[in-house]
Each structure stands twice: as structure tokens, then as C-alpha cells.
């Protein structure tokens, strides 16, 4: 039976260790779509860098729900050459691959399987270009998500590209750090150390998806504004913002654009599309059987840029500061404990490696 189907084609592995996106993490990505419940969704990056690779394999629900992963699939790597990488299950659908990165001028497709049933995706190369990316930002007030002014942060980009004559298609995601700093409690004689510091990841607008076809442009240059978000109390503490740069084939970049506009044209992501978008992934002796998902092969390289309370042109109270006169029990939940301010985003207390100011 077909239903109206909440498929979500992003998944983001939760990190145990090291949370950044070194980690070859997969942007969250929302939408609707006419699917049938159980249908199989696979979605995957590989990158030629040092980072875990990520697979994640699952079945759409039925009334809106997210896919229920599959743990018991088996995920390998292949090469046209006849080498095989297989994927390690890291559970709830997720499969990892480590110590392996995609090479120029070889060709890897990724193999599932499922139930008896072998899914592969067809032959891709990982691109030879990739752009130098700038970043940029700026502090406004104005409209965001409404009409009402508020203090807004704008991530921007000018992207150079290669002198080469190949194509360029390029997709970014972006990932936000930031620091958190709990009160700290004065205290007489021995004392603990401080709390350490949270760290606290998130995705700048997951469902905001960023693309250039250099086919049809007539410059080596793209400048653009890539992603906004709203000024808290976040940006008092330093504040790192992480873009990836995806260079892509013609294929994958046509796959995310029907994405692009089907999120434009229907105007939310809740709405209903007019088809479902298959990606490059069939199913091996039965080609007529639909399966949601793109396996990505792609060159890339990830620029940082990081704002300090002194970039902020707005006032701000430093959100957690001891104050004797204010009982304990009345502070923010979040001012004592990293879970509590992270809410349902993913935190440690490791300072992450790049996380060095100039």
C-alpha cells in the first residue's frame, strides 16, 4: 500500500569520540514522498579523505515516521579492479568504513545486501577539481524567518575554481561548533577542578541544500551567501563554523538538484512531491524494484572560519556568570550540564584538533 511517507535521506552517525565533520557525516535532509511502506533506502559518501565513511541502510515507515534502520545488511566498498572494502555495522542502520580513501582515476560502487537481495550502485570516479573556498561572515539585524527584525549571522563563500577545463559541480554542507562554558561555583580550601568546557555540534540549515553547476557558468569564480541563523547567546564563547566542499559528478549534482527543486517549488518540506527521486542504486536481479538514496563519490576539503565575542556588534550578557546573590538551584539547566544545553544536538568535552585560533 502506498502511503505518504516522512523519508528522511540524510542520517548524521552519532559520534562517540571525535564530533566534527572530519567524520564523514551525512547533512539531515527531510522530505515527503509517494513510497511504499518496508521500501529500501540507502544513502552514502566516500571521500578521498582520511575520515570514517558512512552507509546508512533502512526502510521507509508508514504515518510520517523516520526509516527504521537495518542492522543486519552487509556493506562493502567495490573497485572495478576486483578490491572489495567491507563496512563495519556501528548499529541503528549505520555502517562504517575506516582507513580506506577514495583514489583519483578509480572507479568504486557501493554493494548492499539485504534479505538474500544484492543492491549496487552503479560506477562512479572521484572528480579531479575541487574550488578554493573564502569564507566570509557578517553580523545584521533584519527579517529571517519572519517579518520581524532580529540579530542574524550570514555565513558567506567566494568559491575560485581550477583553471582546468573539466566540469565543475561542487554541492557544501556546513557544520557549527561552539564552545560552552559552565558557572562556575567559587569555593573556600580544597577545590575540584572547573567543569570543562562543552562542545556543542550542530548543521547550519541541513535542509538548505547548496549547489554550482560550472557547466554553466561563465566565471571561475562563485560568490555566495551560503547560510544564516539567528545570534544567541552561543556567540559570546568562540564560535567555529565548518564548510565542506563536495565536488561531485554531473550525475549526483542532477540527483540533489531534483531535491533543490522539489523543496522550491512545493515551498515546505512537508508537502507532498509530484514523484519520488531515485538515485543510482538498483537492485542487482531485480531492476524494476525502486530504492530511495544516492551512493556519493567525491573529492573534498572542508574550510573553517570562527567568530570571537569581539566580532559580535550586539550586546550580550555573559550567559552563565556566577553571580553570589543568585541561589544555586536558579540558574539554567544548561549553565551546569552539557546535556541539558546541547538538547538533542550531538556535544563532548574535547577541544576538537583544528580547534586553533590565529
Known amino acids: 500500500m502506498r502511503n505518504s511517507i516522512k523519508v528522511m535521506l540524510g542520517y ?113 570516479k572521484v572528480p579531479s577539481v575541487i574550488a578554493e573556498d573564502s ?30 577545463e573539466d566540469p565543475v559541480f561542487l554541492r557544501w554542507m556546513a557544520e557549527e561548533t561552539h ?20 562542545f556543542i555540534y550542530d548543521f547550519m540549515e541541513p535542509n538548505n541544500l547548496k549547489l554550482f553547476d560550472g557547466s554553466q557558468s561563465s566565471t571561475r569564480q562563485a560568490i555566495q551567501v551560503m547560510w544564516r541563523r539567528s545570534v544567541d547567546n552561543s556567540f559570546f564563547f568562540p564560535f567555529f563554523f565548518s564548510v565542506r566542499q563536495l565536488s561531485i559528478n554531473r550525475k549526483a549534482y542532477q540527483y540533489w538538484e531534483k531535491i533543490k527543486i522539489m ?29 530511495l538514496g544516492y551512493f556519493e563519490v567525491a573529492k573534498s576539503k572542508i574550510t573553517r572560519i570562527y567568530t570571537t565575542r569581539a566580532d559580535v556588534p550586539f550586546n550580550m550578557a555573559e550567559p552563565c556568570l556566577y553571580n553570589p546573590q543568585k541561589p544555586l538551584d536558579s540558574y539554567p539547566r544548561g549553565c551546569m550540564n552539557c546535556a541539558e544545553r546541547a538538547g538533542n544536538r550531538k556535544w563532548n568535552e574535547l577541544n576538537p584538533e583544528w580547534w586553533v585560533f590565529d
Open 263 to 291: 523543496i522550491n517549488n512545493q515551498g515546505s518540506l512537508f508537502d507532498i512531491p509530484p514523484a519520488t527521486i531515485f538515485g543510482n542504486i538498483s537492485n542487482v536481479e531485480a531492476q524494476d524494484e525502486l530504492v
Open 179 to 198: 564552545l560552552w562554558q559552565r558557572t562556575i561555583i567559587p569555593c573556600a580550601g580544597w577545590c575540584p577542578p572547573p567543569p570543562p568546557n562543552c
Open 12 to 124: 548524521c552517525l552519532p559520534f562517540l569520540l571525535l564530533l566534527n565533520l572530519v567524520t564523514s557525516c551525512i547533512d539531515r535532509l527531510d522530505f515527503l514522498g509517494e513510497t511504499e511502506e518496508g521500501q529500501l533506502v540507502i544513502y552514502g559518501l566516500f571521500t578521498d579523505l582520511d575520515e570514517i565513511h558512512v552507509v546508512n541502510v533502512s526502510r521507509t515507515e508508514s504515518f510520517g515516521f523516520q526509516p527504521r534502520g537495518v542492522i543486519n545488511a552487509q556493506v562493502a566498498i567495490l573497485t572495478e579492479d576486483g578490491e572489495r572494502h567491507v563496512y563495519l555495522n556501528a548499529g541503528n542502520g549505520n555502517y562504517e568504513l575506516q582507513n580506506i580513501k577514495a583514489i583519483e582515476n578509480i572507479s568504486y560502487a557501493l554493494e548492499v545486501l539485504v534479505d538474500n537481495k544484492i543492491y549496487r550502485s552503479s560506477f562512479e
Open 135 to 164: 569564507l566570509s561572515f557578517t553580523f545584521t539585524y533584519e527579517p529571517f524567518k519572519n517579518e520581524v527584525s532580529e540579530q542574524l549571522f550570514t555565513l558567506s563563500t567566494t568559491s575560485n575554481l581550477s583553471s582546468v
